[in-house]
């Protein structure tokens, strides 16, 4: 038996209908941007293994530091105890992370960041006795998919059979450009209308969505207005941080600093699953109490992991290089090159460039639906001439590893073009 063949006896995969969908895949090895299958069959790596991937395949020093830490202190509970790695990490964010963030609190993914965040969020007015029970959220927003983080997404499809069982959430559209205003006038009005504890966005870009732009003045006034009124603010950082908008975080070009952070996904170069929720000092002190109760009662057993610590610590040694800084200004550069390239194209309809990120939406004779037959077209023209790309609907997005060199990149570029001409 092929590995394909044994994986459909006994897996099951994330976001997949197995009567229909297509039989996975089996990689066997990376290097760099490069992936290479059962049958050494080659693909360019071009959305990182959904974005948490900066400095490429098997990188031998982030694997180091790994094995250090794993021949050293593999794991301890972080209940009770501590360690260096954690401290180390806590240091190092300090260094890079707004300001005003002043503790870090550790999990295993994203949905966990921002399920702590968003716990934190209402738990914070409960301690101070105040009512306040409403997170605010986006449309077409996506924090995770476990419950708290599921109830703050706005993809309908994702969510529709718990709809009725979630935490109240208001949703607001985002402030794309000519909706600013509307965004604003609907933030005030949810904020007069609810108990509102927080307000949790993806910063100046919504991956899920399709890599939805927006920009950094409307996203301070939003804040602003949260300000004013005292709702907590949760920057979900999870796919935008650690260089992807072209510096280290999106909230680095906002002027408005957010009470929350969450980090995943690239945190540890896309090597070992681990996540952290930021606070400010504030926030904390909302929980610091002779009161027992006014605790935090929230853990995950792999909280801290050292070897994750570890792998964290590499990588964000990695992103500070001056090397990897021009990469993240190269591949921009080629991108933008690419947008003025490609946007005037009659089957496109707009392209748009942030960092390391860029998408284009195509054009369709039908409204075409997240999983719809324009993006299944899409998706297998990609892996036959071994790219890989997954469309949202009709948007093709790009967020390549840093390290992606120029010809590698302009496979991916032309292997683009001929599927905006193939559909
Ligand atoms: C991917 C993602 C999450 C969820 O992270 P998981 O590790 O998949 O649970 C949350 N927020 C944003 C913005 C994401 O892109």
Request: net charge negative.
């Amino acid at each position: 038996m092929t590995l394909t063949e044994k994986d459909s006896q006994y897996l099951w995969h994330p976001y997949t209908q197995h009567k229909t969908s297509q039989t996975p895949i089996a990689i066997s090895r990376g290097e760099g941007a490069l992936l290479w299958d059962e049958n050494n069959k080659e693909y360019i790596d071009a959305i990182a293994s959904w974005w948490v991937n900066p400095f490429g395949h098997s990188n031998k020093f982030i694997a180091d530091a790994i094995y250090k830490q794993l021949t050293t202190l593999e794991h301890v509970l972080f209940g009770g105890f501590t360690h260096e790695p954690a401290i180390k990490v806590a240091e190092k964010l300090m260094e890079i992370l707004p300001k005003n963030q002043q503790k870090i609190f550790f999990s295993d993914n994203g949905s966990t960041a921002v399920e702590v965040a968003i716990k934190v969020a209402l738990q914070y007015f409960f301690n101070k006795n105040e009512k306040r029970t409403t997170i605010i959220a986006f449309e077409n927003a996506f924090h995770g998919d476990t419950f708290a983080a599921m109830a703050a997404s706005g993809i309908s499809f994702y969510t529709q059979a718990f709809q009725g069982m979630f935490i109240d959430v208001a949703r607001i559209p985002v402030p794309v450009k000519g909706q600013e205003q509307v965004s604003f006038d609907a933030l005030k009005a949810v904020i007069e209308s609810h108990n509102c504890a927080g307000f949790i966005f993806e910063p100046l870009v919504q991956g899920a969505a399709g890599m939805v732009m927006y920009e950094p003045e409307a996203l301070a006034k939003l804040i602003q207005i949260c300000k004013e009124n005292k709702v907590l603010t949760i920057a979900d950082e999870v796919m935008t941080g650690f260089g992807k908008t072209g510096k280290t975080f999106a909230m680095d070009y906002v002027s408005e600093e957010p009470d929350m952070i969450c980090l995943s996904k690239a945190l540890t170069g896309g090597t070992i699953p681990m996540a952290i929720t930021t606070f400010t000092q504030d926030i904390f002190e909302a929980f610091y109490d002779d009161d027992i109760n006014k605790a935090l009662f929230h853990g995950h057993t792999f909280t801290a992991n050292p070897t994750g610590c570890a792998a964290a610590l590499a990588s964000i040694d990695l992103l500070q290089t001056a090397e990897m800084q021009s990469n993240i200004e190269r591949i921009n550069k080629n991108h933008l090159n690419f947008q003025k390239k490609i946007e005037n194209h009659p089957k496109v309809i707009t392209a748009r460039t942030l960092g390391v990120i860029f998408a284009v939406e195509i054009k369709s004779d039908s409204e075409e639906s997240y999983y719809g037959s324009m993006r299944t077209k899409l998706y297998n023209f990609f892996i036959e001439k071994g790219v890989i790309l997954r469309p949202v609907g009709n948007i093709v997005y790009i967020l390549p590893p840093y390290i992606m060199t120029d010809e590698q990149l302009q496979k991916v570029y032309l292997t683009i073009e001929e599927a905006i001409e193939m559909v």
